[in-house]
């Protein structure tokens, strides 16, 4: 795991871009595993001002989102999916048909589920994965348990997610209370990972995550299992490192 530490989170956007843009350049075709949450905001405003410049050409890239919550439609300004457009796909020339974000709405969300793994695997797996963390160390929507989840599955959310999550909602009410997600075995089969945290409430997490080993617990403390694992952190994520 390599931690690079930056000033703020704007100076984090620029760079998690140039990486991707690099990506872009090596491998055209390449498969993103993209993330939603805050934390990869201005990696998208920094990418999609790189994709104005020319300097990111997004017309042969297809991607796979981590995550979507289960019982609210595409359209609902919270979806995962309408996020993913507002913020990213419409703003850069990534073709409609090479987006994938989990759509868990048919009568067995098994099956929905095993249809996008299937889906990651047919494209060749993930190049480039970026991630951010939850509250209590979760990634995607891979909650504290007790064993890692391999493949994509619905989740429970927790109490904290929920709480964490009501801001972007009129209420706790209004937060899902299940998601479909990737699972930590689906993440580590992506080439290289990508994990980005700001600001001082993500300290915890993140040094849950650097200073303890792989445990379930902890999901984001898989990533130890991974050889090709770069961390981004703005001072207040990195404060109790
Ligand atoms: C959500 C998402 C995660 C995200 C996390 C942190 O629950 N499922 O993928 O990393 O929250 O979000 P934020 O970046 O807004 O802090």
Same mark, same amino acid.
């Given at each position: 795991?390599?931690?690079?530490?930056?000033?703020?989170?704007?100076? &984090? #956007?620029?760079?998690?871009?140039?990486?991707? @843009?690099?990506?872009?350049?090596?491998?055209? !075709?390449?498969?993103?595993?993209?993330?939603? +949450?805050?934390?990869?905001?201005?990696?998208?405003?920094?990418?999609?001002?790189?994709?104005?410049?020319?300097?990111? !050409?997004?017309? =042969?890239?297809?991607?796979?989102?981590? /995550?979507?919550?289960? *019982?609210?439609? %595409?359209?609902?300004?919270?979806?995962?999916? =309408?996020?993913?457009?507002?913020?990213?796909?419409?703003?850069?020339?990534?073709?409609?048909?090479?987006?994938?974000?989990?759509?868990?709405? $048919?009568? /067995?969300? +098994?099956?929905?589920? !095993?249809?996008?793994?299937?889906?990651?695997? @047919?494209?060749?797996?993930?190049?480039?994965?970026?991630?951010?963390?939850?509250?209590? #160390?979760?990634?995607?929507?891979?909650?504290?348990?007790?064993?890692?989840?391999?493949?994509?599955?619905?989740?429970?959310?927790?109490? $904290?997610?929920?709480?964490?999550?009501?801001?972007?909602?009129?209420?706790?009410?209004?937060?899902?209370?299940?998601?479909?997600?990737? *699972? &930590?075995?689906?993440?580590? %089969?992506? %080439?290289?990972?990508?994990?980005?945290?700001?600001?001082?409430?993500? @300290?915890?997490?993140?040094?849950?995550?650097?200073?303890?080993?792989?445990?379930? =617990?902890?999901?984001?403390?898989?990533?130890?299992?991974?050889?090709?694992?770069?961390?981004?952190? /703005?001072?207040?994520?990195?404060?109790?490192?």
């Amino acid at each position: 795991m390599q931690i690079h530490i930056f000033k703020d989170a704007a100076q &984090i #956007g620029e760079a998690a871009a140039q990486l991707f @843009a690099a990506k872009l350049l090596q491998k055209p !075709d390449c498969v993103l595993g993209l993330a939603t +949450g805050s934390t990869p905001l201005p990696t998208y405003d920094a990418l999609v001002a790189l994709h104005r410049r020319g300097l990111a !050409d997004f017309s =042969r890239v297809r991607s796979f989102n981590l /995550d979507e919550y289960v *019982g609210i439609d %595409r359209a609902h300004e919270q979806s995962y999916y =309408r996020f993913m457009y507002d913020n990213l796909f419409s703003l850069v020339n990534i073709k409609p048909e090479n987006v994938q974000v989990p759509h868990p709405v $048919s009568e /067995d969300l +098994g099956a929905d589920c !095993d249809a996008y793994e299937a889906a990651i695997d @047919a494209a060749g797996g993930i190049d480039l994965q970026i991630l951010g963390i939850g509250n209590n #160390g979760h990634i995607a929507f891979n909650e504290p348990c007790e064993v890692f989840p391999l493949r994509t599955h619905i989740v429970h959310l927790t109490e $904290s997610t929920i709480l964490a999550n009501q801001r972007f909602f009129n209420s706790a009410d209004e937060v899902p209370r299940q998601a479909m997600t990737m *699972g &930590i075995g689906t993440i580590l %089969r992506a %080439r290289e990972i990508l994990l980005i945290a700001t600001g001082a409430g993500k @300290a915890a997490a993140v040094a849950a995550m650097v200073n303890g080993n792989a445990d379930p =617990r902890c999901p984001a403390s898989a990533l130890h299992l991974h050889s090709h694992v770069t961390v981004f952190l /703005d001072a207040g994520a990195a404060l109790i490192l």
